[in-house]
């Protein structure tokens, strides 16, 4: 890991590393592939989180290849896949066919026939640098699963502080505020000394496992993380566009964590005069 002294910290994104430069070598710990579900085919009985309202998402999986198909729109795509413990798995994969840059995510239960995830978006106005997320929840026609216990948002990250690595330079402090905001700050790699505030959402996908989603204010990122605390393993994404070069940067990364001493919420710990 670098040891060298942060420079000057500067709010301007055109004085940070690129998001290129910053995702080079991210897949250094990211966990293997997996190919457990080639040959299975799941529909989705889902919901969009933010109206309610209903569709079915159904995915082919076959080696290297993921048909998918929701309404009238459909698609055959790459995908990654990653099984993070027996039967709970991370899905990411882009739909080519679309006019600006579209992926999805999501973590996928086989065991209790639960799934959470988001389609991301870029390129949209009014902002098209910033990334957009829309989340929806559902379960798996002929699983036992039913919408009364579908994930839920969670606060047990609330205070907390994590430190990833996702390679041998690559090292992130993610310190969990509440529930709509978290700081992260590089101490190793591209973006050494560079840090910042941003909104984030929180599942609770198993005991001590979470999926963890930001969105960049500053350069336009989606981000999303499932976070095994059990393992201290953790895989996830970083889809954005990069502020100097306009590519875009679609990535599945991992890493391992370590957790540190968490902060205890203002009510079991409120500052104030003494008796």
Not at 173 to 193: K, Q, R, S
Request: with cysteine.
């Amino acid at each position: 890991m670098s040891t060298s002294t942060t420079s000057a910290f500067s709010w301007n994104k055109d004085d940070w590393a690129s998001l290129s430069e910053m995702a080079d070598g991210f897949d250094e710990y990211r966990p293997a592939y997996s190919r457990a579900l080639d040959g299975r085919e799941l529909s989705l009985n889902a919901r969009f989180v933010d109206s309610g309202d209903e569709f079915t998402l159904t995915h082919a999986f076959s080696e290297g290849e993921l048909s998918w198909r929701t309404g009238e729109q459909a698609g055959t795509e790459t995908y990654e896949l990653f099984e993070m413990q027996p039967g709970l798995f991370y899905l990411h994969y882009r739909r080519s066919g679309e006019d600006h840059p579209v992926v999805v995510s999501a973590a996928l239960d086989l065991t209790t026939g639960q799934v959470t995830g988001a389609v991301g978006e870029l390129g949209l106005g009014p902002n098209p640098h910033l990334a957009r997320q829309r989340w929806f929840q559902g379960q798996i026609a002929g699983s036992t699963a039913t919408a009364a216990d579908a994930h839920e948002p969670t606060d047990e990250l609330i205070g907390r502080r994590v430190r990833y690595a996702y390679s041998g330079d690559d090292v992130y402090d993610h310190v969990y505020l509440n529930e709509n905001l978290f700081t992260w700050l590089c101490i190793g790699g591209a973006e050494l000394g560079v840090g910042d505030t941003d909104s984030c959402t929180y599942w609770k996908l198993r005991e001590n496992t979470y999926l963890f989603s930001w969105l960049e204010k500053n350069v336009g990122v989606e981000g999303m993380v499932l976070v095994d605390l059990n393992a201290l393993r953790t895989v996830g994404i970083q889809f954005g566009i990069d502020q100097q070069s306009g590519d875009l940067v679609n990535i599945t990364m991992g890493s391992y964590a370590r957790e540190f001493e968490r902060t205890p919420s203002v009510d079991d710990a409120r500052p104030g005069p003494t008796a």
